[in-house]
């Protein structure tokens, strides 16, 4: 499996669903992830692509990290 951590903000904080690039991959946008996110440009996704999607699937958010001030 394939993971990696993005910034709520790198993704350019998206309010609506869908998929947006994150450097040279296609992310999957939920509106489940958008309330987890909350508007924090901070809030850090871990993103999975399971081995058996072709490469070019967009990752999937999962767990998601809302960093204290």
Do not use: C
């Not at 081995?51 to 809302?66: A, C, K, M, Q, S």
């Amino acid at each position: 499996m394939q993971q990696i951590k993005i910034r709520w903000g790198d993704l350019g904080s998206p309010l609506e669903p869908g998929e947006y690039r994150h450097e040279l991959n296609s992310v999957r946008v939920t509106p489940g992830d958008i309330k987890l996110a909350d508007g924090n440009p901070n809030a850090v996704f871990i993103a999975i692509r399971p081995d058996f999607f072709d490469t070019d699937e967009p990752y999937l958010l999962t767990g998601v990290e809302i960093p204290t001030q």
